[in-house]
């Protein structure tokens, strides 16, 4: 777990700003993702990288964008083109593929959006 | 694509009791069903996992079991403790996939 670091551990920001979300892993895990925690609703995929300088869309990628130009880096933009920003984000990174290998989650980032 | 659906959505149980939730979910395909625990305001962790291949499997007061032909999956948590109140996720991913489907978690409460 120790291992996972999200920073800040809770964020505001005005309506219509961009701001990006920091996850970094030291953990060598070539696999990182963002997942969206809201009440009642579990968690949900917003992006995921299977390795260095590629990444997929997850369930809800509209209005967010990644990049994973380093193994231990996997920074998230929320855009103001996402309709609700305000959530609790959570990144998590596994050492490969998911069928075989625990997936390990950061603190998490509170989201307020005013 | 898979789907996953987790029930009940709030349990409550007094301590010493046992505590049963349950998911189902779509794609027959899908062969890695995690549990994960998440504590109020810290990270959701691993608790137990079940591969298609195994039908139950048991940790201490955790068990999982799982029936393929139903598509559902079971944790149960006997003599429960104030400190398993929590809320509890399932998971499932499909072979050959890098994603996993979280259910909606189950808030368990545990009463001395």
């Not at chain 1, 075989?100 to 307020?112: I, K």
Request: glycine share 8%; charged share 25%.
């Amino acid at each position: 777990d120790g291992g996972i670091t999200q920073s800040p551990k809770y964020l505001f920001r005005k309506e219509g700003q961009n701001v990006t979300l920091s996850c970094e892993q030291n953990l060598n895990h070539d696999a990182m993702y963002w997942y969206r925690q809201d009440p009642g609703q579990g968690l949900r995929l917003i992006y995921y990288s299977q390795i260095v300088n590629d990444f997929q869309k997850g369930d809800i990628a509209e209005g967010y964008s990644v990049s994973r130009e380093k193994k231990e880096s996997f920074p998230l933009t929320v855009t103001s083109a996402q309709k609700n920003p305000t959530a609790f984000y959570l990144c998590a990174s596994s050492i490969g593929a998911i069928r075989d290998n625990e997936q390990f989650f950061g603190p998490g980032t509170r989201l307020t959006v005013l | 694509g898979e789907n996953v659906e987790q029930h009940p959505s709030t349990l409550s149980v007094q301590e010493g009791d046992s505590a049963v939730i349950k998911c189902t979910y779509s794609d027959s395909a899908s062969n890695y069903f995690p549990w994960y625990k998440q504590e109020l305001g810290k990270r959701p962790q691993l608790i137990i996992d079940i591969r298609s291949n195994v039908g139950e499997k048991k940790d201490q007061r955790i068990a999982v079991t799982l029936n393929k032909t139903a598509k559902h999956f079971s944790l149960h948590i006997t003599e429960t403790q104030p400190e398993d109140s929590a809320v509890y996720f399932c998971a499932a991913s499909k072979r050959n996939t890098d994603k996993l489907i979280f259910g909606t978690g189950t808030r368990l409460q545990v009463f001395p």
